[in-house]
């Protein structure tokens, strides 16, 4: 099996959408259709503030995406990388699409010079936190929120 990874396109739309809502999913998560259409326009868009989307390809079909935006940190002077999202089709996991994801959000923060790429998962998880463990390492922070 040979993984191509890719920017995001426009005619990407429809697949993107299954991918992401099945992410969604994952995390029991519901979003509205504006939100939907509002995150797909940025991924498309060129500021480079703001996201930007990678599509992961098997055989020309798309089976993975990963979002990630750069963005100032107050401990550096260059900007970090994070890595929001990540998804893999259950048919594809296990062989690499996830690590290849990865990998190419690293390779975009070192063109882009991030030095520091991070992300967040939930703790059951345990399946991805099995490759996030050997392709990244687990930091102490805990993270909290603003009650809604």
Not at 4 to 25: F, G, Q, S, V
Not at 69 to 79: C, I, L, S, T, Y
Not at 88 to 113: F, H
Not at 130 to 144: A, N, Q
Request: aromatic residues 14%; contains cysteine.
């Amino acid at each position: 099996m040979t993984t191509t990874i890719r920017p995001l396109h426009a005619d990407d739309w429809p697949e993107w959408k299954r991918l992401w809502h099945d992410y969604l999913a994952f995390y029991e998560t519901e979003l509205p259709d504006a939100i939907y259409d509002t995150l797909f326009a940025r991924l498309l868009g060129n500021d480079p503030q703001d996201f930007h989307g990678l599509i992961a390809e098997v055989e020309g079909r798309p089976v993975g995406l990963t979002h990630y935006v750069f963005h100032r940190h107050g401990w550096k002077v260059e900007n970090v990388c994070y890595l929001q999202d990540l998804y893999a089709d259950p048919t594809v996991r296990g062989q690499g699409v996830g690590r290849a994801l990865i990998e190419a959000v690293y390779s975009e923060a070192d063109k882009a010079g991030a030095p520091s790429v991070y992300w967040l998962t939930q703790d059951f998880n345990t399946e991805a936190r099995k490759l996030y463990d050997r392709i990244g390492t687990l930091t102490p922070f805990i993270k909290y929120a603003r009650p809604t």
